[in-house]
């Protein structure tokens, strides 16, 4: 029944490893998004993807890289995570990209990272 | 640029009604949403306001001013299950959302 769903829950690592957060959505949705929840609570769009097109928030380090095998799927890697890196991640998805009001976003329960 | 501000963190008694405010500042408009994200949980979608006005929904409602450039999500008969924070997204010219840092709402019996 989960529509949007993310694994791990909570992952814990090293500085410099290399890690992965995967994610699923059921909901036929086109278009998939990471968002960055850090400390202070604000969320951040790092990528959103559909069908057509990645799009990168150019603030976004180069280490962070969306993976999508389908429309369905949309995982996150990150290469030598650092300290900073550590923070809530959120994948979510929505029916279209557009302003028509269509695009509320369902979100994943988030995937908590620590980086020690 | 952009600018979203939201109060950080209000308190209000079981029963009673909460207005949460929102200001922004944007070259592009294509609406307005509030979530709401329970601690250690997802956001979820409450409401969106394209047009100014009023929108209600249940014991939930949310106002928009396009031209004050404010919105405010307004809780009524409030519940213990109602704290959590509730956060402001404006959606710009470019159909991106840009988040507010939240608002925390605290019921007290």
């Known amino acids: 029944d989960t529509a949007v769903s993310q694994t791990p829950k909570y992952l814990v690592t090293q500085m410099g490893n290399d890690k992965s957060i995967k994610c699923e959505q059921n909901?036929?949705?086109?278009?998939m998004y990471w968002y960055k929840q850090d400390s202070k609570k604000f969320l951040k769009i790092m990528f959103s993807?559909?069908?057509?097109?990645?799009?990168i928030n150019e603030t976004v380090p180069n280490r962070f890289s969306p993976k999508s095998p389908d429309k369905a799927h949309l995982n996150l890697h990150i290469n030598s995570l650092e300290l900073g890196d550590s923070a809530v991640y959120f994948c979510a998805s929505s029916q279209e990209n557009s302003g028509s009001g269509a695009n509320v976003l369902t979100f994943g329960a988030g995937s908590r990272l620590t980086v020690l | 640029g952009q600018n979203i501000d939201q109060p950080t963190e209000m308190t209000a008694t079981e029963g009673a009604i909460v207005q949460i405010n929102c200001t922004y500042q944007t070259s592009g408009f294509n609406g307005l949403f509030w979530y709401q994200q329970h601690a250690g949980e997802a956001p979820t979608f409450l409401s969106y306001n394209v047009l100014d006005g009023l929108e209600e929904k249940g014991r939930f409602s949310s106002f928009l001013s396009r031209s004050k450039g404010y919105s405010y999500l307004l809780l009524k008969e409030l519940q213990m299950k109602d704290s959590a924070s509730y956060l402001c997204a404006l959606m710009d010219s470019n159909y991106q959302l840009i988040w507010g840092a939240g608002t925390k709402l605290i019921i007290k019996p």
């Open positions: 909901l036929g949705h086109d278009t």
């Open positions: 993807y559909n069908n057509k097109e990645l799009i």
